[in-house]
């Protein structure tokens, strides 16, 4: 009689150890292909044809987009972060600055 009764708690315990944690991607995924299209001179709409909406639009500084990328795989084992920062000056590309990939150690 007691093996039944201890059955289903042993079963719920068993499937609390299958916790399913998905990758997380967050913000605009730019490759270096894409920042490499992206020139000085270039309008607003064509940099977002190319790029894409901006992750930030600060509307204290209209002639700065960034772009964020948050990326954390399943397991945890690292997390990698781009940023990409397109300033314009009369609606036409300025400059544009980035930080590469980084990897960071999960927890």
Known sequence: MRIPRVLPL???LLL???VYRPEIKQGNFIDDSM???VK?????AQVQLILGPPM???PFHADRWDYVYYFEPSDRSSVATRHVV???KGGKVVSIAQKPMQAQKGP
């Not at 000085?40 to 607003?44: A, D, I, N, R, S």
């Open 10 to 12: 042993l079963l719920a």
């Open 16 to 18: 609390c150890a299958c």
């Open 35 to 37: 920042i490499a299209q």
């Open 40 to 44: 000085p001179g270039m309008t607003q």
């Open 56 to 58: 930030i639009r600060d």
């Open 86 to 88: 397109v300033l314009f």
